[in-house]
């Protein structure tokens, strides 16, 4: 009965890994792209263009990084230890985004130039928390 499950799930495993691997990489490769859009907002001063784009990527990062079982399943088999780590990275993103989405609806009631340093300053630590989880995931110890 044991023999029989555990061959089961190597099946299972077997038939998901390629494609759950496959599924990481091209979801990044789309939230590297969404990212990149927020940035050419940004360096054009393109408010609007912040507001598309910083909502279609928050999106995207959330359905993404924010479920901790969902992101484990796609980690390579020696790096699923690491998924705690990776769970933080999505909530400094998500920290971050929040902060420039209230600055867009100016929540906080505050001028346009703290709003927009903020929000600048919150983009910014949004690419150290893309850098921080690759490197977790990518150094082997
Ligand atoms: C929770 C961990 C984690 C976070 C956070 C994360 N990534 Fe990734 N990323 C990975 C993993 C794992 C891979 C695939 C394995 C690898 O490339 O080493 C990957 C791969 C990528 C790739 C594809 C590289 C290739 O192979 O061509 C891109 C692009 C990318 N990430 C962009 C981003 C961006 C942009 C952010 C921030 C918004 C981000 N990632 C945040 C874990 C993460």
């Given at each position: 009965?044991l023999?029989?499950?555990?061959?089961?799930?190597?099946?299972?495993?077997?038939?998901?890994?390629p494609?759950?691997?496959y599924?990481?990489?091209?979801?990044?490769?789309q939230l590297?792209?969404e990212?990149?859009?927020?940035?050419?907002?940004?360096i054009?001063?393109?408010?609007k263009?912040?507001?598309v784009?910083?909502?279609?990527?928050?999106?995207h990062?959330?359905d993404?990084l924010?479920?901790?079982?969902?992101?484990?399943?796609m980690?390579p088999?020696d790096?699923?230890h690491?998924a705690?780590?990776?769970?933080?990275?999505?909530?400094?993103?998500?920290h971050?985004?929040?902060?420039?989405l209230?600055?867009?609806?100016?929540?906080y009631?505050?001028?346009g130039?703290?709003?927009?340093e903020?929000?600048?300053?919150?983009?910014?630590?949004?690419?150290?928390?893309c850098?921080?989880?690759?490197?977790?995931?990518?150094?082997?110890y």
């Open positions: 009965m023999k029989k499950t555990a061959a089961v799930s190597s099946l299972l495993i077997l038939l998901f890994t494609l759950s691997a599924d990481l990489k091209s979801n990044m490769i590297g792209a990212l990149a859009e927020v940035q050419k907002s940004f054009a001063s393109d408010q263009g912040v507001e784009s910083i909502k279609r990527f928050s999106q990062a959330q993404l924010g479920n901790k079982e969902n992101f484990s399943a980690l088999k790096k699923k690491k705690n780590e990776a769970v933080m990275s999505a909530q400094i993103i998500s971050n985004v929040q902060i420039i209230d600055a867009i609806e100016n929540k009631n505050q001028s130039i703290v709003r927009r903020e929000s600048q300053r919150a983009y910014t630590y949004i690419e150290h928390a850098f921080r989880c690759h490197n977790i995931v990518r150094d082997k």
